[in-house]
């Protein structure tokens, strides 16, 4: 091969690298801006639905929805159980993080008013696909899960809180979190859950946001 035909070769070659970066940049460019886009509109849904459903809906507020974003995104929540859908409003904030983790949401919910409200939400939030929701007593229907969980948010009936824990605990893995709302202001209808998670020592317990309503943050340690 002539010295000439090898750097007509190579600069082929090097147009064609170029043009493939070009294209993984553009591609990558894209799909970032899909993300911002998206998460912006998860963002308006969010605030709207603080600003006219709270009545009635026993909502967490922002800042503990932030705080439910941080944490499932930080251990790469994959499996997350939420007990008390509501509206939908801090499972919204569980998907902010799920959008990012390839994860999923499975939301337990009573009321059907709520239900019919919380899938409405899902869909203009975008985030329909990443969430099963399930209509019915949680205290029976959690009994159905199998896999292994990530986190589990537990909002629903406080006083309800440890048989839920005594249920779910087994499927949360090693690592995992289970949340629980409402740790501050609804205490008195939690002591014994309260008592399980601070003497079990098997887990590790951390209360958070106490200026407000409160959240406890359990960690299953690893063996």
């Known amino acids: 091969m002539t010295a000439s035909r090898r750097c007509l070769l190579i600069a082929c070659a090097m147009a064609a690298l170029a043009v493939c970066w070009a294209a993984l940049g553009k591609q990558a460019k894209g ?23 709270q009545q009635g809906m026993w909502n967490i507020t922002p800042e503990d929805g932030k705080l439910l974003r941080v944490l499932t995104e930080a ?8 007990i008390g859908t509501s509206n939908g409003y801090s499972a919204i904030w569980l998907c902010l993080a799920l959008r990012s983790t390839g994860g999923k949401l499975t939301t337990h919910e009573i009321d059907a008013r709520r239900t019919s409200l919380a899938r409405a939400n899902f869909r203009r939030a975008g985030v329909n696909d990443i969430v099963t929701l399930i209509e019915g007593d949680a205290h029976k229907t959690v009994t159905k899960l199998k896999e292994p969980i990530d986190i589990l948010f537990l909002d629903a009936d406080q006083s309800g809180n440890l048989d839920y824990l005594n249920k779910l605990l087994p499927l949360v893995r090693p690592g995992g979190l289970i949340l629980a709302h409402n740790t501050t202001d609804l205490e008195s209808l939690m002591r014994d859950y309260l008592e399980a998670v601070t ?3 098997d887990l590790e317990t951390v209360f958070l946001h106490k200026h407000d309503r409160g959240i406890g943050v359990t960690l299953k340690k690893r063996q």
């Open 31 to 53: 799909k970032a801006s899909n993300n911002t886009e998206m998460e912006a509109r998860i963002l308006r849904v969010l605030e709207d639905m603080y600003r006219r459903q």
């Open 75 to 82: 251990v790469g929540a994959k499996n997350v159980v939420e």
């Open 199 to 201: 003497t079990n020592p």
